[in-house]
């Protein structure tokens, strides 16, 4: 994850004025109107994203301090964390419209999504990242949790042997994930026992 650049817009945005300078009939330079780019789409995407990514930030820290709170405290803490996935989403839903190319913001839409409880957004908003970039390492491996935690679980394994050849890291990072989700028991309760008892063994296999 992370940041998208605006330089470029906003180097525009301040060179403008300077930049539309021209000499009329008489030679008096004058000047036209800098560009109206507040309606640019790929602007309006990435200053989305840029702010959607630091409201996650901020909330992914929000979540790692509550994990020393208990009671009152810790509930607080667990609403304020959904309140800034959500407002984080808003911003990431926000550039994805804007700019239906940009993967990243989709793949963003999909993690807060699912943080969030909704599931179905989430896979699609992955699945749109990954039409757009299908070896997008980071989206492979949010969509192989999200298939864990829905317990799709041979789509979460041909996810991970698909990151070991392609992506190592992300491999590792999925493992992990993987161990976290049945260590916390927070796989769907529908699934069968069966199917999960033979899922935590190959898990616990790697």
């Given at each position: 994850m992370?940041?998208?650049?605006?330089?470029?817009?906003i180097a525009l945005l301040v060179l403008a004025p300077a930049a539309f300078a021209v000499p009329?009939?008489?030679?008096?330079?004058?000047?036209?109107?800098?560009?109206?780019?507040?309606?640019?789409?790929?602007?309006?995407?990435?200053?989305?994203?840029?702010?959607?990514?630091?409201?996650?930030e901020k909330t992914k820290n929000l979540e790692l301090e509550g994990a020393s709170l208990s009671g009152a405290q810790a509930r607080d803490n667990e609403a304020a964390v959904k309140a800034g996935f959500a407002?984080?989403?808003?911003?990431?839903?926000?550039?994805?419209?804007a700019d239906p190319n940009m993967k990243e913001a989709w793949n963003m839409v999909g993690y807060t999504s699912r943080r969030l409880g909704?599931?179905?957004?989430?896979?699609?908003?992955?699945?749109k990242a990954l039409k757009l970039?299908?070896?997008?390492p980071e989206a492979i491996e949010y969509r192989a949790e999200l298939f864990v935690l829905t317990g799709?679980?041979?789509?979460?394994?041909?996810?991970?042997?698909?990151l070991l050849k392609s992506s190592p890291s992300y491999a590792g990072t999925l493992k992990g994930s993987m161990r976290d989700f049945i260590k916390s028991r927070q796989i769907v309760p529908?699934?069968?026992?069966?199917?999960?008892?033979?899922?935590?063994?190959?898990?616990?296999?790697?």
């Open positions: 992370q940041r998208i650049p605006v330089f470029s817009v009329d009939a008489d030679g008096n330079v004058t000047s036209t109107p800098a560009p109206d780019l507040s309606s640019d789409a790929a602007m309006k995407a990435r200053i989305n994203y840029n702010v959607g990514f630091e409201g996650f407002e984080a989403r808003t911003h990431f839903r926000a550039a994805a419209s909704d599931y179905e957004e989430s896979l699609a908003a992955y699945d970039a299908p070896d997008y799709r679980f041979a789509d979460a394994k041909a996810a991970y042997a698909s529908t699934v069968a026992a069966a199917d999960r008892a033979a899922f935590e063994n190959w898990v616990a296999s790697l």
